[in-house]
Antibody, heavy 122, light 107 residues
Framework: EVQLVQSGAEVKKPGESLKISCKATGYSFTRYWIGWVRQMPGKGLEWMGIIFPGDSQATSSPSFHGQVTFSVDKSINTAYLHWTTLKASDTAIYYC???????????????WGQGTLVIVSS | EIVLTQSPAALSLSPGERATLSCRASQSVSSYLAWYQQRRGQAPRLLIYDASNRATGIPARFSGSGSGADFTLTITSLEPEDFAIYYCQQRYNWPVTFGQGTRLDLK
């Protein structure tokens, strides 16, 4: 069974750094792109970017370019989302997800983590 | 960036009724459209991929149709657990984008 287990909720201050994690089990971690999705309070889903654990190739959506960093540790089947300088507007639930892509085109998501709530407040 | 517009924004129906949700793209996305369901307080889950393919374990009352720029998610005979928010997502162009969601409410 594919499972993505994310790290727990975080409460941080503006200007602080943060790294949240997503541990994958039940499939070959290096063969599927991992996507990250943001959901701000009471709002819809926003695709942040994707990373391929096999070679750490990553692509960000323009809205998130330069704002976050995606990384993986293949030795422990874990993906990370990293901020160097948090802002109050980063308050949201962040989902990691396994993606699939049949044929051409970019991927869709076939399995989701449970989400990590990040609260940034002074 | 491809904009996906979902309609209606909210829909109030009763169990047993049929729900028809629409997703319109600002340009053609071929058949590269997925639908997700998000129940309150839960992570989303995949319902339909590539316009009309049901994901593993999804009941047959969920079906997707369309191609190009106009897509429909149909739920025949609503069950109590179907009242949730539904999102479409295109994977034709980068950045991948979601629609703003349709909230399906219990009448």
């Amino acid at each position: 069974e594919v499972q993505l287990v994310q790290s727990g909720a975080e409460v941080k201050k503006p200007g602080e750094s943060l790294k949240i994690s997503c541990k994958a089990t039940g499939y070959s971690f290096t063969r599927y792109w991992i996507g990250w999705v943001r959901q701000m309070p009471g709002k819809g889903l926003e695709w942040m970017g994707i990373i391929f654990p096999g070679d750490s190739q990553a692509t960000s959506s323009p809205s998130f370019h330069g704002q976050v960093t995606f990384s993986v540790d293949k030795s422990i089947n874990t993906a990370y989302l990293h901020w160097t300088t948090l802002k109050a507007s980063d308050t949201a639930i962040y989902y990691c997800a396994r993606t699939q892509s049949y044929g051409s085109g970019w991927p869709f998501i076939d399995s989701w983590g449970q989400g990590t709530l990040v609260i940034v407040s002074s | 960036e491809i904009v996906l517009t979902q309609s209606p924004a909210a829909l109030s129906l009763s169990p047993g009724e049929r729900a028809t949700l629409s997703c319109r793209a600002s340009q053609s996305v071929s058949s590269y459209l997925a639908w997700y369901q998000q129940r309150r307080g839960q992570a989303p889950r995949l319902l339909i991929y590539d316009a009309s393919n049901r994901a593993t374990g999804i009941p047959a009352r969920f079906s997707g149709s369309g191609s190009g720029a106009d897509f429909t998610l149909t739920i025949t005979s609503l069950e109590p657990e179907d009242f949730a928010i539904y999102y479409c997502q295109q994977r034709y162009n980068w950045p991948v984008t979601f629609g703003q969601g349709t909230r399906l409410d219990l009448k």
